[in-house]
């Protein structure tokens, strides 16, 4: 088992933390969200770790010795969305977890050995513009929406089975190879093959990650933590 870690991103609604500071390297709970997120995946046993970098990419070097990383750079961070990012490791993503690094983790969600290709997910309540996930009575996932509201939906936790990861692979390509990717993202490529993918939610504690992606979501982390309310 493998992990990818999606680390190339500009962090901008983040400023002035990320002037110097990639967004995957701010602290929270007083660790780089990147490193909390290697620490539990190396007590689950996964040992090869891919970290995707862009924007203020030397910042990164450190873990190659702290951790033994991989360090694996998009030279077009600010060209495109995190599509292009997946198709640099396209060839890593069979039997491999799918992270973005720009996730505070409360808990260890890693398994040690995961069967079918997975979103973790934990239930959240009155968002807007998010990846809503869509499963039946058996927890398999038959769609993806975009909108408001409460439900589980994509926490930037993934797992990609060996079958799965091969058939991602493939369409990742067909999509950079014909040219038209400017607006798509990584997930796109999932949503719309879903028919053919075989993939199940794992229902995580809704306390159990969060992505921080603005400063008003960073102050809000940090006021439940310091209140002990997570």
Known sequence: MKAILLAAG??????????????????????????????????????????????????????????????????????????????????????SYVIDADVYLHKNIFKEKVEDSTYFSGYKEGFKGEWILKF??????????????????????SY????????????LESVIDGGSFTNLYWDDIVKDNLKDLNVYIEKIDSTASYEIDSLDELREVEELLAKGSI
């Open 10 to 95: 500009m962090g901008t609604r983040l400023r002035p933390l990320t002037l110097e500071t990639p967004k995957s390297l701010v602290k929270v709970n007083g660790k780089p969200m990147l490193e909390r997120q290697v620490e539990y995946l190396r007590e689950v046993g996964v040992e090869e770790i891919i970290v995707l970098t862009g924007y203020l990419n030397e910042k990164f070097e450190y873990l190659k010795e702290k951790y033994g990383v991989k360090l694996v750079h998009n030279d077009k961070y600010n060209v495109y969305n995190n599509i292009y990012t997946m198709y640099l490791v396209r060839d890593y993503l069979k039997d």
């Open 160 to 171: 990609w089975s060996e079958r799965d990861g091969a058939l991602i692979k493939e369409r």
């Open 136 to 157: 039946d009575e058996n927890n398999k996932v038959y769609d993806i929406e975009v909108g408001d509201g409460d439900g589980y939906i994509l926490c930037g936790i």
